[in-house]
């Protein structure tokens, strides 16, 4: 069981608008450590999508924002495309850990 | 541009241990101002940290594995290892390298394309 909550599926539409949602607690996100999100395609590595809860890598399109409050963050794809298919990652700090992983989200472009 | 690149044997014994080495092109791993992580992933599953290493040697490492997991660094070759022992078949896993700066919840910003370890007699 992962130390932060995502669900397992998310889908949508091409040209819709889909969120992830990291849910965490006290002793991670709410302690105010930044959440990251990373973005796996199939038989890939993990590609850091988002950091510092908002902030977009060189190359990463602007439909990709990410956002924090409370012990949550989220992630948001607008002008959803069939290449965005993949498995989303929140990562973040814990008392118990310096890196925890979300269980991961699948995102399933209908 | 930074490359990570892990090697290693992709059958590893039960009770036996996994060694993988990771390889840092394009950068010094003796910059001093970064981690460098092992990170885990078994099929259809998400993403586990194992521990990670600075360049003088300082480690820290995930509780759940702590007892069995060494990672060490060798900055004449630009490389760090993992070690794991007493490998069962929870073990089977993707392994990947990966980098990141020495802050708290700093992301992993290069990863290494992963290596398949399969534990099976």
């Known amino acids: 069981q992962s130390v932060l909550t995502q669900p397992p599926s998310v889908s949508g539409a091409p040209g819709q608008r889909v969120t992830i949602s990291c849910t965490g607690s006290s002793s991670n996100i709410g302690a105010g450590y930044d959440v990251h999100w990373y973005q796996q395609l199939p038989g890939t590595a993990p590609k850091l999508l988002i950091y510092?809860?908002?902030n977009r890598p060189s190359g990463v399109p602007d439909r990709f924002s990410g956002s924090k409050s409370g012990t949550s963050a989220s992630l948001a794809i607008t002008g959803l495309q069939a290449e965005d298919e993949a498995d989303y990652y929140c990562?973040?700090?814990?008392?118990?850990?310096?890196?925890?992983f979300g269980g991961g989200t699948k995102l399933t472009v209908l | 541009q930074v490359q990570l690149q892990e090697s290693g044997p992709g059958l590893v014994k039960p009770s036996q241990t996994l060694s993988l080495t990771c390889t840092v092109s394009?950068?010094?791993?003796?910059?001093?101002?970064?981690?460098w992580s092992w990170i885990r992933q078994p099929a259809g599953k998400g993403l586990e940290w194992i521990g990670r290493i600075y360049t003088s040697g300082s480690t820290n490492y995930n509780p759940s594995l702590k007892s069995r997991v060494t990672i060490s660094v060798d900055t004449s070759k630009n490389q760090f290892s993992l070690k794991l022992s007493s490998v069962t078949a929870a073990d089977t896993a993707v392994y990947y390298c990966?980098?990141?700066?020495?802050?708290?919840?700093?992301?992993?910003?290069?990863w290494g394309q992963g290596t398949l370890v399969t534990v099976s007699s």
């Open positions: 990562q973040s700090y814990d008392s118990s850990l310096p890196w925890v």
């Open positions: 510092g809860n908002s």
């Open positions: 394009g950068g010094s791993i003796s910059s001093g101002s970064y981690y």
């Open positions: 990966a980098r990141s700066v020495i802050a708290a919840a700093a992301p992993f910003d290069y």
